[in-house]
């Protein structure tokens, strides 16, 4: 059963920065991929980020690139997502998933986390 858990939401304060983490177990063939996704009150949920295991290919949101680093640790089967300068839209639910590649698009996964909050407060 592929399972992705999120952790290190929380609420922090404007300005600053967090770490977000999602461990995967039980990868299989169509989990070469993993994403960060978000979700605002009341909007639909976003592309984050997204790396590809096998090449280390990235991909971030174009209007997110110089906030956002996306990472992993292969061996650990580990996610991570590093949010600098944290603004109150950046307030939402922070979902990963896993799809066969690093798409944009949320129905290319097929395995979603439960989410974890981040509030950013001003």
């Known amino acids: 059963q592929v399972q992705p858990v999120e952790s290190g939401g929380g609420l922090v304060q404007a300005g600053g920065t967090l770490n977000l983490s999602c461990a995967a177990s039980?990868?299989?063939?169509?989990?070469?991929?993993m994403g960060w996704f978000r979700q605002a009150p009341g909007k639909e949920r976003e592309f984050v980020a997204a790396?590809?295991?096998?090449?280390?290919?990235?991909a971030v949101a174009d209007s997110e690139r110089g906030r956002f680093a996306i990472s992993r640790d292969n061996a650990k089967n580990t996610l991570y997502l590093q949010i600098n300068s944290l603004k109150p839209g950046d307030t939402g639910v922070y979902y990963c998933?896993?799809?066969?590649?690093?798409?944009?698009?949320?129905?290319?996964?097929?395995?979603w986390g439960q989410g974890t909050q981040v509030t950013v407060s001003s």
């Open positions: 790396v590809t295991w096998s090449t280390g290919y990235t």
């Open positions: 039980g990868r299989t063939f169509d989990t070469n991929a």
């Open positions: 998933a896993l799809g066969v590649w690093a798409s944009r698009s949320a129905h290319d996964y097929n395995y």
